[in-house]
């Protein structure tokens, strides 16, 4: 058998908004592609002028490329390739594929109502098309045709989805198809079919809200002597209430999440599991998925996007992620709050000690606040307010001991243990004011390793203001 070099594209409409349902449409292809050893292409559909920018563009190449979703071409804008549209709509008029219709927006309209009305379903009733021994009416004055394609009379499209099996649509239902308008400018579903065959695409893996289009495209494509590609039409995803995923219905942009913190390899990986599967995996790297992924594992139900499983994977990357690269993340967001992140503690220590518990990178940079604001200016009464008379001495003992001590974790946990013993106290006794003393909140991680990373120096000097 020969082999088959794999071709996959993703095909997006720049209309200002790229959602992770559309993004979960471009992680399959690619995904494919790149377990297949073969191409993955960007394909911009902006032959919708009104609504097309160069801005929306750019939000779905950013997206892209932070998700690391990388392209062998593309991207490719169909309004470049008009042209050769054009071109093939003059060949399939002039080999009898296509036929100009004048049949008016008006005459259109009353048809489908007419039909509406006789409980038919609304379709072009071919009154153009030219047929041996057919005669066609008049060819109005003044008017553009649009162009319609000859769709095949009676049989069947019949092709083998690779996600929902096989699927037949009778060609009675289906009516000939405009492929060009009135000023030439071709529809979307005859731009698919051309671009597919000249980018020799061979599988096609994209949303199930295109299986309508998919018998049209067939027809196209063999009567332009073309072999279809493979079909895989993936179920929807559903927000957290069960609706379509979409604009109007609260979904976040990849921009929204990028912007609250998320890792990119967290959105990866939870992508991937909206209607995928690997056995109970259910956190892995991206090479391990690109290993994994096949057609087959692909599942035929809707998926449903849960805010909270999200959350949790990005816990799970950012608690297992590399000190140094997610300081590099977290970094950005940490400026934004306006810390000076080089004055101060080592921001990489920062980090390690605050990433187990934080769920995103917006959570570290607000907890690495402790460290990059002023010492707190205590009052006499805040002092007396916060900080229990009777563990003065303790705490006095404490500042003593910490300044000859090693600063290690494991010396400040064995000071500590020593004060409490002489003391008889327990440890909220004395690491409640600590905390208090140093950053004026009774709210840190592990006391021990904060010690650590404000660094002995400090700690002695802010803890000393607290006890003299």
């Known amino acids: 058998m020969r082999f088959m070099h794999i071709r996959t594209r993703f095909a997006p409409s720049p209309t200002g908004f790229i959602h992770l349902g559309n993004l979960r449409s471009a992680l399959y292809p690619w995904a494919f592609a790149r377990h297949n050893k073969g191409d993955f292409i960007l394909r911009i559909e902006d032959t919708d002028l009104e609504r097309s920018s160069q801005e929306a563009v750019d939000v779905i190449i950013e997206g892209m490329a932070w998700l690391g979703l990388d392209l062998d071409e593309g991207p490719i804008y169909q309004m470049q390739r008009i042209d050769r549209y054009r071109e093939v709509v003059k060949q399939m008029l002039d080999s009898g594929l296509a036929y100009p219709c004048y049949m008016s927006e008006e005459e259109l309209n009353k048809l489908r109502d007419q039909q509406m009305a006789s409980k038919e379903k609304p379709r072009y009733n071919g009154l153009w098309r030219p047929e041996p ?130 890792l990119p390899d967290a959105i990866l990986n939870y992508l991937a599991r909206l209607g995928w599967s690997h056995g109970d995996a259910e956190v892995f790297t991206k090479e391990q998925f690109v290993n994994w992924f096949d057609l087959e594992s692909l599942g035929r139900s809707p998926a449903q996007h849960n805010p ?53 990178l917006i959570e570290i940079a607000e907890g690495a606040k402790l ?43 064995a000071v500590f243990k020593q004060i409490l013993a002489k003391y008889q106290i327990k440890m909220p006794a004395l690491a409640m004011p600590v905390r208090y003393a140093l950053f004026a909140t009774t709210q840190t991680p592990a006391i021990d390793s904060v010690l650590v990373v404000l660094g002995k120096e400090e700690a002695v000097k802010r803890l000393s203001k607290v006890v003299q």
């Open 371 to 413: 460290f990059y604001l002023p010492a707190p200016n205590l009052t006499a009464d805040q002092i007396k307010e916060n900080i229990a008379e009777a563990v003065m001495p303790a705490l006095k003992d404490l500042v003593e001991a910490i300044s000859t001590a090693e600063p290690t974790k494991e010396a400040y946990a």
């Open 308 to 360: 909270e499983k999200l959350l949790w994977l990005n816990h799970q990357y950012i608690q297992n992620s590399d000190p140094v690269k997610l300081a590099a993340a977290t970094k950005p967001f940490a400026h934004e709050m306006g810390m000076d992140t080089e004055a101060g503690p080592d921001f990489v220590q920062v980090v390690s000690l605050l990433k187990d518990r934080a769920n995103t």
């Open 133 to 262: 021994g057919k005669t066609l009416p008049p060819v109005p004055e003044g008017v553009s045709p649009v162009i319609r394609f000859k769709n095949p009379i009676g049989g069947s499209v019949i092709w083998n989805d690779a996600v929902k099996g096989q699927i037949e649509i009778s060609n009675d239902e289906l009516d000939d198809l405009v492929i060009a308008r009135p000023d030439g400018t071709p529809t979307y579903n005859f731009c698919v079919v051309i671009d597919d065959m000249d980018m020799n695409i061979t599988h096609v893996i994209r949303g199930d809200d295109h299986v309508n289009n998919t018998p049209r495209q067939i027809n196209i494509m063999k009567a332009l002597g073309g072999s279809p590609p493979v079909y895989a039409h993936l179920p929807t995803v559903l927000n957290d209430a069960g609706e379509k995923m979409s604009k109007r219905n609260g979904a976040m942009s990849v921009r929204d999440y990028q912007r609250a913190g998320y």
